[in-house]
């Protein structure tokens, strides 16, 4: 046997060793390098570190620094308003807790420290329930009444709350920044994508990888449809705007997507002047975008006919192409409305609320044990951690408490070659980078970032460095609290939850089966759409809980085999559809 082939068994020897939840919970997102995101993270942590250094108040640029970081951790490449207002959010509960958790810290004992923080805990868990934004405020409440209760912040009492919301701010406007001469960049490449997925897509018709690029496909238009949601009242689509541009391109997309599904049930390989036809059609709806200004036309002057397509159209998906290209988005009104949400139970707010505060209430009493005062880390962990909506439980605390040893141990090589505190800022500014970069990566990485830059605060602060060490053990403990809150409550939840996800995919798809055929071409999308996307949110309820450790693994081929029959019981009826079927 060859050494290449024998390095492939050993690996596909050791794959096969490790548990599926287990691969599922290491596993790397992937995307692009995120460089916007690494510069803000950078120069987020890193510039009020040195305006502190300049004006003699390294405190108050380690506070600010830590809103920055805090912000630029909770960043999306969501549209500008929405960035907005999650970075507002953020900043401003952070602001109350620190400022509770500070006057608990200056007036009262440690039994008034471990009651805030309970309280602080129970609140952030009642609101943190209610939606992505409720989350990340009700996250961050609890995060800055961590700090205030275990880092004493010289200076009046409204100094540290107003520092750490003009770090929140500062990241707020590198974030903005572009918004003054690319308004609508995120949502334009958004649908750009679905383009470029589409494109893929027929380019993998007739082959093995068909299925995954039409999946790949619809989380694309998903994402598109989030995007412009906040945008589509009927007064943005009506008007000659850049925004309006893309609503109309996002029409376009929409009928792209269905032609190239019925393309891809058709099952043959399609020919060159076939596969870039969405990239002639991405050319020709989406708009620049000028902030401001109204977006031109990019067909240019009104042709005397309509264009004809660059193939031959002698198949129903072929002919539905060529429908689409010749008029892109005709006979359309069809608005991207947001995905609908049904607000949490009162039931599941009162558990959720019960088990962060005990949990944070545990966190405290063992932090006050093992260091008295200085015992922030404890229970800011557990607030990290016990972030359900965020993704699997095991999966964040395995991934946490990796990142932590490795920051660790970077934090020792760090502080072996550096003592000057200038030159700690430009760490700050490099780990800073790591950690934007990592959200969109993986967990463990932001977690490395993290780290480090937690080392850079302490060594401003003047803090303890051999504190350190134990900060591993206090990771390993917060998840051990978090991991056994979880398990012993309800141990079968994302099972559960994926079950109930399977079955609104199987509503959604058979609802499009027996509507679909007499429907409106706007009733016909529409419920194609809520279809592939509730399919869609039972793949990933799937792949979130394959990376728990569960009892019953048999459970999980069912339920995907049952997503797969529905994905297809949707392409057959786009299919025939396409076709002019009727009923």
Known sequence: MSEPTALRARAGTLRGAVPGWLGRSLRAARAPFPRAAAVRGALAVSVPLMVGLLTGHPVAGVVVGLGGLWAVGQDSAAPYKARALRIAALGGSAAVGLLAGATALRYGDAV???????VAGLVS?????????????????LLGATVGTGIPVPGPWWAGPLELLGGALFALTLTCLPWLWRRHSPEREAVIAVFDAAERALSRAGTSGATEARARMTLALNTAQDLLAVHSSRKHAERPTSIGGLITAFRASVQLVEAVTALMVEGRPLPPAVVRVPSLLAARVVPPVRAGRPAPDASGPAPDREPEPPFTADTPGLRALAEVYRAPGRSLTLLPDPPAYAGPRLADRLRFALLLGGCTLAAAVVAYLLHGPRGYWLPMTVAFLYKPDLGPVFGRALNRCLGTVAGVGMVAVVAWLVTDQWALTLVAAVFGAVMAAGVRYHYALSTF??????????????????????????TVIAAALVLTAHFLTRPDSWRVRAELRVAAADRAWRRYDRRAPAASPDERHQLRRTAYRRLAEARQALDTAGAEPHRDPDRFPVLERRVARAEQGCDAITAYVVAGGRR
């Open 112 to 118: 008034v420290i471990a009651a805030l923080l309970a």
């Open 449 to 474: 970032g993290l780290t480090v830059i937690v080392f850079v605060f302490i060594d401003f602060l003047g803090d303890d460095r051999q504190l350190l060490p134990s900060r591993v053990l206090e």
């Open 125 to 141: 868990g009642w609101v943190s329930v209610g939606g992505p934004l409720a989350s990340v405020a009700g996250m961050h409440l």
